[in-house]
């Protein structure tokens, strides 16, 4: 009878783990509560969302003083529940932070500051206050990941710092008859004209391909350049009409390229990856644009009237100050004289303050990242602060659509 017990005993526990095991498995989210009492009582909720092979966690601190801290984080936490297992604490200066020590390895989150209202990115705070008693003590966090690193190797006349380059991250740069591909292996330019072009009002990243049309001497072209940004490499889309240099660009939806050209009155889809290019609106059939992704009808005069390009509603964030605003996906960066801030889409109303530069021009966000022209120079704004990528004399006088950023 003992031994029955047990038996039964042990299949009960088995399909028990089973059972776990497969709810884990299929698991794609979870929303829950939970508190960790320090100094301070903290009540975190943990929203979980499967993303791709990884586990994407977003996380609203909230402080029994009402202070808000959010973060989030990619990490391998196999669908875990309350992955934060300590608060690091830490005041000085009227400025008090806070560090999430996750489980399972997890290491720890980039710390975030609060001072009169105004959370401030790590990197933020730092330049206001010393934080090396505090940062001491978080052992496993890279807060400093590029030192006093500095190879700088030229091409076509651009300085640019290999060691400040991330694995997956190219930089573009258009020089009037070429484009300069650049990343932290290798470099080169790659032709698209044979006269010199002073703006580049054509040129953008589709895709995985940075497309530019082939010019001449003549005032229209029938053929795109693709240039391949995961390999360096470029093919062409030849056509079977000619587009103006007057068109311009509405805009990019779906991998595909929509350019109107006002001197045929004609708008054109094309399409990278097949190499196809079709006529999408004309003097008989709509054109078309896209607003937060859906798709529009709208008469190619109204295209011709005026430069016509693709938006995304901004109607949420309308009760936030800004000058210019950067839409992501989860993830938002504002502009505000000069100052920038990140926000969470669902939260819009937490900002964290990330740094200043009134001279910052040409910006463009990736992720989180901001890449800005400054003067001459291009630098880039991450979790680890501003690091100078490239210079090139030239960027002085010609700002317009001048760089792009592709990360692989």
Request: with cysteine.
């Amino acid at each position: 009878m003992l031994k029955k017990a047990i038996t039964f005993s042990f299949i009960m526990l088995l399909m028990l783990l089973l059972y776990q095991v497969g709810v884990n498995y299929i698991k794609i989210n979870h929303s829950i509560t939970y508190t960790i009492k320090k100094d301070h009582v903290y009540t975190i909720k943990e929203d979980y969302q499967k993303n791709d092979d990884l586990d994407h966690y977003f996380l609203k601190i909230t402080r029994n003083d009402d202070k808000v801290f959010l973060f989030d984080i990619d990490n391998v936490f196999n669908k875990q529940e309350e992955i934060v297992s300590d608060i690091l604490e830490y005041s000085k200066d009227d400025f008090e932070c806070i560090t999430l020590i996750y489980k399972s390895k997890g290491g720890y989150s980039e710390p975030l500051c609060s001072k009169d209202g105004v959370v401030y990115s790590y990197q933020a705070a730092k330049d206001l206050v010393d934080l090396s008693e505090y940062t001491s003590k978080i052992k496993k966090f890279e807060l400093d990941k590029f030192g006093d690193k500095s190879k700088i190797e030229v091409t076509n006349n651009i300085n640019y710092n290999v060691d400040y380059f991330e694995d997956n991250e190219v930089l573009v740069m258009y020089d009037y008859k070429v484009v300069n591909y650049i990343d932290k292996k290798f470099s080169r330019s790659m032709s698209f004209s044979n006269v010199d072009n002073y703006k580049n009002t054509l040129g953008t990243i589709v895709g995985k391909y940075y497309m530019m049309p082939r010019f001449s001497t003549s005032t229209s072209f029938n053929t795109y350049i693709k240039f391949n940004l995961e390999e360096g490499i470029k093919n062409e889309i030849h056509m079977t009409y000619r587009i103006s240099k007057q068109a311009y660009i509405n805009g990019v939806h779906d991998k595909k390229l929509y350019v109107f050209d006002p001197i045929e009155n004609k708008q054109y889809e094309i399409d990278p990856y097949t190499d196809e290019a079709k006529i999408v609106g004309d003097e008989n059939n709509d054109g078309i644009i896209y607003v937060n992704g859906k798709k529009k009808s709208i008469s190619v005069y109204d295209l011709q009237k005026e430069q016509v390009k693709f938006s995304e509603d901004e109607e949420r964030f309308k009760n936030i100050d800004y000058d210019r605003i950067y839409i992501g996906e989860m993830k938002t960066i504002y502009q505000k004289d000069g100052s920038f801030y990140k926000i969470y889409n669902d939260y819009p109303e937490y900002p964290i303050y990330l740094f200043t530069d009134k001279d910052a021009e040409r910006v463009i966000v990736r992720n989180e990242n901001v890449y800005y022209l400054k003067d001459d120079s291009i630098y880039r704004y991450d979790k680890y602060g501003n690091v100078l990528l490239a210079q090139k004399n030239e960027l002085k006088y010609n700002k317009d659509n001048t760089f792009d950023i592709y990360l692989k």
